[in-house]
């Protein structure tokens, strides 16, 4: 074999490879864009859990509220005391479960917001 035919055989295969090279990158991006996209909704996933958890545990607060204000509200229409006792009992009651509900809703943003 000459000289020329085995560059022209030598060229053929460097445009081979350049080619099969191109495919890989091509390849390697898309199982690069495929795995970002697992990350993507493995976190869309976590944060409907984290949500959904947020959510349950504002509504026991909130049923924690309701409770408190019908207690309170029974104090009131049985009330014997003074109103400012009865007042003051309202007040502390909400006062407290305002806290808890406050304190729970920014639990649950801390767990959403690393």
Known sequence: MDTEKRIVRLEGQIDEL??????LHHQLAQ??????????EDLE?????????ANDGAAALMQQVRGRWTDVRRQLDDATSTFSSIGATLREGLERAVRDLRQAIL???NKLVP
């Open 107 to 109: 639990e649950s943003k």
């Open 31 to 40: 199982a690069q864009l495929d795995q970002w996209q697992a990350r993507v």
């Open 18 to 23: 350049r080619t099969r090279q191109s495919e």
């Open 45 to 53: 996933v976590q944060l409907h859990l984290a949500s959904m958890e």
